[in-house]
């Protein structure tokens, strides 16, 4: 697979810092973003392939982050995946336009099962 971009967007420390060594062993090149502002601008500049986006964030909450991103040419059809703890199935359905298999809940996942989704979306 092709060294990818990926934006993190996670206000967990702990969590972030996971994702990022998990995805630099993939081959990947992160970037984090701990807040929905960052998370806006970051994506907007870099364009990464995959956006994986918490909702609960500081400031914005990540559906705010996901309809703004889309507002822009390239966010139209930016590659986003879903990971959070806080929310149901159904309210972030109602909410993005995402299938159901770009949603991931924490913590129902294992970091092997993560990083065979991420692949699996980043494949597409």
Do not use: C
């Not at 701990?34 to 392939?49: E, M, Q, V």
């Not at 993005?96 to 949603?103: A, G, H, R, Y």
């Amino acid at each position: 697979m092709n060294k990818k971009s990926i934006l993190i967007v996670e206000d967990s420390p702990y969590l972030a810092e996971s994702l990022v060594d998990m995805m630099n062993i993939e081959g990947h090149e992160t970037t984090v973003a701990n807040n929905g502002r960052d998370a806006i601008t970051k994506a907007i500049d870099k364009k990464p392939d995959l956006i994986i986006l918490d909702i609960q964030l500081p400031d914005i909450d990540g559906y705010d982050v996901y309809h703004t991103i889309r507002k822009d040419s390239w966010g139209k059809n930016a590659n986003v995946l879903i990971l959070t703890a806080s929310e149901s199935a159904k309210n972030i359905v109602k909410n993005v336009d995402l299938p159901s298999e770009k949603i991931l809940f924490k913590p129902d996942w294992s970091a092997p099962d993560l990083v065979k989704k991420i692949n699996s979306v980043l494949e597409d």
